[in-house]
């Protein structure tokens, strides 16, 4: 969602983020859970909060 409305590739974040687009995918679709620095790398990519992007449910 948020990747979709800053009109980013995976590719795009994945460069941004310094890892896979593979890495990317696994995030989106639940596979992988990203470190605590990817995350809060990515909720400052997104300027929102970590909680935004992920929960424990």
Same mark, same amino acid.
């Given at each position: ?12 974040? *994945?460069?941004? @983020? $310094?890892?896979?687009?593979?890495? %990317? ?7 992988? &859970?990203? *470190?605590?620095? @990817? $995350?809060?790398?990515?909720?400052? %990519? ?7 992007? &992920?929960?424990?449910?």
């Amino acid at each position: 969602m948020y990747r979709g409305k800053y009109k980013m590739t995976q590719e795009d974040l *994945s460069i941004k @983020l $310094g890892v896979s687009r593979q890495t %990317i995918n696994s995030i989106e679709n639940n596979k992988y &859970f990203p *470190s605590l620095e @990817l $995350g809060l790398k990515l909720s400052k %990519i997104f300027e929102c909060k970590v909680d935004d992007l &992920f929960s424990l449910d």
